[in-house]
């Protein structure tokens, strides 16, 4: 089982960036599916986006177009640029890795988009 670590939130006036660092601790990291998920109070956790080593990325729809997601296998890291941020962008941001059906979750760092 793999052990992530985000980094990288904070507090972000509206139309602001902000880029999320997660680090990943384990074997074989290049195996697994990548993502970033968030979870807004009141809400359910939601996807923000997923990425393969073949390099495939998926998107959820609030966040197309603003949101980059990469990865890096050889340091076991997946980053997230977020651009153009709105109020509602606000959540705790979680990484996520997938692999044959088992989910492992890092404990989330918070971005806040206000003025």
């Known amino acids: 089982q793999v052990q992530l670590v985000e980094s990288g939130g904070g507090l972000v006036q509206p139309g602001g960036s902000l880029r999320l660092s997660c680090s990943a601790s384990?074997?074989?990291?290049?195996?697994?599916?990548m993502g970033w998920y968030r979870q807004a109070p009141g809400k359910q956790r939601e996807l923000v986006a997923t990425?393969?080593?073949?390099?495939?990325?998926n998107y959820g729809d609030s966040v197309k177009g603003r949101f980059t997601i990469s990865r890096d296998n050889s340091k076991n890291t997946v980053s997230l640029q977020m651009n153009s941020l709105k109020p509602e962008d606000t959540a705790v941001y979680y990484c996520?890795?997938?692999?044959?059906?088992?989910?492992?979750w890092g404990k989330g760092t918070l971005v806040t988009v206000s003025s």
């Open positions: 384990g074997r074989m990291f290049s195996t697994y599916v």
């Open positions: 990425v393969t080593s073949g390099g495939p990325r």
């Open positions: 996520n890795a997938r692999r044959y059906g088992v989910d492992s």
